[in-house]
């Protein structure tokens, strides 16, 4: 996702019904109405999921942070043209794990889609613990990985028909690369966060939703 070409393919992407469901899911957290609520937004790439949670929650405000300087310009357009929004959504330019993130500071933690483009999840659950607050809910909402390459093949042709062969490809090596439930519960557990739980959410995602330790 680092090229201007990939960050512009997948921002022009039809992501509707995932990230409507990312925004379902933060409901059904019962987060209240997250007044002077500060969200993290870990990997926002374009910044549609940061649009829509400010969008939803208008007492709230999101640092938003990828890695990819091509997305976070497509997220500085898409921000532009919703000044309402805009002033409350501050865009950094780094990596995980960040020395430009605070600890315990964060009211919420959010994340989609990233998991599976890290080398070592571990750095996205250590991110979590550490830049949250005691208590701070949590969603992190990515795909899962299909159990046979011929249901892989049947949700590229179900979920990415008509889309560029940039993003089918994507798609597909994402679906492969991705983490079956299992694995992120391992995964948790080893980062001493057993209090989140991972859920089946769609025929291609799964979620990781709770609270921090308190
Ligand atoms: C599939 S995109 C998801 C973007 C966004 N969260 C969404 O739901 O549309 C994954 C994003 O994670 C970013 N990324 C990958 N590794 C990262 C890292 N170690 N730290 C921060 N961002 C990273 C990529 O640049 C890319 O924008």
């Not at 497509?74 to 020395?99: E, K, N, V, Y």
């Not at 011929?150 to 042709?157: N, Q, T």
Request: with cysteine; hydrophobic share 45%; net charge negative.
């Amino acid at each position: 996702m680092d090229s201007a070409e990939q960050a512009l393919a997948y921002a022009e992407a039809d992501f509707n019904a995932s990230n409507s469901l990312f925004i379902q899911l933060l409901q059904r957290l019962g987060t209240g109405p997250l007044k002077d609520a500060v969200a993290l937004d870990i990997g926002c790439g374009p910044a549609d999921i940061c649009i829509r949670f400010l969008r939803a929650y208008p007492g709230a405000s999101c640092d938003a942070l990828d890695g990819s300087q091509p997305m976070l310009d497509l997220a500085r357009t898409a921000l532009d043209a919703l000044p309402g929004i805009a002033s409350r959504c501050r865009l950094i330019c780094d990596t995980i794990p960040s020395r430009q993130l605070p600890s315990a500071h964060y009211d919420l933690v959010l994340s989609n889609s990233l998991l599976h483009h890290l080398p070592d999840p571990k750095v996205l659950w250590q991110t979590i613990r550490e830049t949250g607050k005691p208590g701070a809910p949590v969603l992190v909402m990515d795909l899962m990985r299909p159990a046979s390459a011929a249901w892989a093949e049947a949700l590229v042709a179900t979920y990415a028909d008509g889309e560029p062969e940039i993003l089918r490809t994507d798609f597909r090596n994402s679906l492969f690369a991705a983490f079956e439930p299992k694995e992120v519960t391992e995964q948790l557990s080893e980062a001493g966060l057993s209090c989140l739980e991972v859920a089946v959410v769609s025929d291609r995602h799964l979620a990781v939703m709770g609270r921090l330790p308190a």
